[in-house]
């Protein structure tokens, strides 16, 4: 089999702070899509919500929420010398942003961008975690239920630049339905961003859980669906609310063979070889030969969990 190789890489951000600007915000992006490109990117994949902070976790009116941390077009000139950027290097990108939709809907919401500058696609996060009601107990909330819709556009894969793409957001990430739907419209590469607190202010889970979960979501789920995954965070101290870093690339093995070392704006970058996948596609996990979805109808018949089967 012959090898493709695409030049993949994870821009990590270090904390955006309440009093970043927008503009100072993608000045950060387009230096790491720079150093991408230099470091032979074709495909740059930045966090969940990058041009804010992770202001979910702020209890505030939808109306205040959406006029602050809000993009209602997209590209907007605030973010026009990222696109403008992509096209002139000729890369493209993967970004995260809160979208006020057209007709007034919020949506936690993810961009693909080709290597000429223009979109290609479009995810709006589907597992929406955290709560709609205020806990003024917690240290911080996690109101992504409030203030974001639920995406109305599916889990697509998108081809672009010859290569087919799947996007998710965060803690879609933890739900193997996310990859498996994606997987069987044959996407090579699944590319999200996320945002995650190191503390968890449902239980007290060890910090250190938080990172395991997180790396074992995306190993498990590039091995047993043959694809590579890029996840990018946006990590450290924002204004005082830690959340962890460890963006990786994965390959299809299940193996990490990337991964940040720091809690601040950093690139990795691989030569992923997008045949890889097809050694564990055409084999153990050969769809049209070995699923039984017949088997599976829970899946879709069931939500929660209930009584088992009579
Ligand atoms: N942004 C986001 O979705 N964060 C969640 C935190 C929930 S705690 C499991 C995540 O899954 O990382």
């Known amino acids: ?19 970043d600007s927008r503009g100072a915000v993608v000045r950060r992006l387009v230096a790491m899509l720079r150093e991408a490109k230099a470091r032979g990117a ?16 702020y209890w505030m009116e939808e109306a205040e929420a959406q006029a602050r941390f809000f993009e209602a077009q997209m590209p907007n000139a605030d973010v026009q010398p990222l696109f403008d950027a992509a096209r002139e290097l000729g890369v493209g990108f993967y970004l995260g942003y809160a979208e006020l939709a057209e007709d007034g809907r919020p949506y936690n919401t993810a961009v693909l961008v080709n290597q000429r500058g223009d979109i290609a696609g479009k995810y709006r996060k589907i597992h929406l975690p955290g709560h709609v009601e205020h806990k003024p107990e917690a240290p911080f909330q996690h109101l992504e239920k409030k203030y974001f819709d639920v995406g109305d556009l599916g889990f697509r894969v998108f081809e672009s630049d010859a290569v087919k793409y799947g996007m998710c957001l965060c803690n879609d990430r933890r739900w193997p339905e996310t990859y498996r739907v994606m997987a069987l419209q044959s996407a090579e590469v699944v590319m999200l961003g996320y945002n995650t607190p190191s503390l968890n202010i449902h239980w007290n889970e060890p910090v250190h859980l938080r990172t395991t979960t997180h790396l074992v979501s995306l190993q498990a789920n590039a091995y047993q669906n043959g694809i590579w995954v890029a996840a990018a965070a946006k990590c450290g101290s924002e ?28 690139v990795i970058c691989v030569s992923a070889d997008l045949t890889l996948g097809e050694h564990f596609r055409q084999h153990v996990f050969n769809f049209a030969k070995h699923r039984r979805p017949e088997h599976y109808r829970l899946i879709v018949d069931r939500v929660g969990a209930g009584d088992p089967l009579p």
């Open 239 to 266: 204004d005082g609310h830690h959340m962890i870093g460890s963006s990786v690339i994965v390959a299809p093995t299940g193996e990490i063979v990337a991964r940040t070392l720091t809690e601040e704006d950093e």
């Open 42 to 57: 074709e495909m740059v994949v930045f966090p969940e919500l990058a041009l804010t902070t992770f202001f979910p976790r």
């Open 1 to 19: 089999m012959t090898t493709r190789k695409l030049g993949l890489a994870v821009a990590q951000m270090g904390p955006v702070h309440l009093s």
